[in-house]
């Protein structure tokens, strides 16, 4: 089971059965965390290790686990984790939990794991051990797509069959809903409802699944900082309904989002991210956009 990661600040252990992710003033706790993980330790066993001393000392971590169809996460303190899995998409906050959050979550087929601290430069793989981690992502082979800025795979070839700009298992968008979701007030000095997908570049165009009701939105990037089709940003459904929520489509240089009371985020390109009022977007060559109630 191979996890993609950026360095960061926090401690990832990562073994056959369980993956933990422990801040960086729990150091003395990561050798035996590691001992137990990497000798094949499950969910539960690896949650009293981590416990057992009360969670008053312990400010904050992840612990994950696949058991054939399920997932099961528990999370505390500056945490978050993003599960794609069927037609839905389940965001797991930590920061607000007194004691911890727990799910346990069917047929996902792609996790994201979210800590504060800074990110490194690059996505760098391993399928077990112990490193520094700032975010971890796993996909299942099975549902893997490589994708790059223009939407087209890595080998060139289009790829107009795809269900949705995004990543499979993302919910899919309505047409368009009765009243919008948000409202987008864009940098140039002009504003979009969000009751439908809108679909944000230089040069953007209606992707497959997007629908026929999709709206485009052009944005000046004189530098080329902007891809064609940088970003969608659409009503959310499932866990997400009543939310606006973005992707980034795999632009060239990214997509920073900042959230009120959360640290800068550099999306990650695929994973669908609910939007809070007052969010801001950042897409570079000077274009940013503010997300407000409608």
Do not use: C
């Amino acid at each position: 089971m191979s996890w993609s990661y950026r360095g960061g600040d926090w401690f990832g252990i990562f073994g056959e059965n369980a993956v933990v992710v422990l801040p960086p003033s729990e150091k003395a706790r990561v050798a035996g965390v590691w001992e137990l993980v990497d000798d094949g330790a499950g969910f539960d066993e690896t949650l009293d290790a981590l416990i057992s001393a009360g969670l008053r000392d312990l400010p904050g971590f992840v612990l994950v686990s696949r058991d054939g169809a399920e997932t099961r996460v528990v999370l505390r303190g500056a945490a978050y984790a993003h599960f794609a899995a069927g037609d839905e998409v389940v965001h797991v906050d930590g920061d607000s939990a007194t004691t911890w959050v727990e799910r346990t979550i069917a047929g996902v087929n792609r996790i994201h794991l979210e800590v504060s601290g800074e990110h490194g430069a690059e996505d760098l793989v391993l399928s077990g051990g112990l490193v520094r981690i700032a975010s971890a992502e796993w996909q299942d082979e099975d549902a893997r797509i490589d994708v790059d800025h223009d939407g087209l795979t890595q080998g060139g070839t289009p790829t107009p069959e795809r269900a949705l700009p995004g990543i499979p298992g993302q919910p899919p968008a309505p047409a368009v809903t009765a009243r919008p979701v948000a409202r987008l007030l864009f940098s140039g000095g002009h504003a979009v409802d969000v009751d439908r997908v809108v679909l944000v570049g230089r040069a953007p165009e209606t992707r497959a699944g997007a629908g026929d009701e999709s709206r485009q939105v052009r944005v000046d990037s004189p530098h080329q900082e902007i891809s064609a089709t940088h970003l969608e940003i659409r009503p959310g459904s499932g866990a997400d309904h009543g939310s606006a929520v973005v992707t980034d489509l795999g632009s060239t240089n990214g997509t920073l989002l900042v959230q009120p009371g959360l640290p800068p985020e550099d999306l990650k390109a695929g994973v669908a991210v609910q939007l809070i009022p007052g969010a801001v977007l950042d897409l570079g060559d000077g274009v940013s956009i503010q997300v407000v109630n409608p």
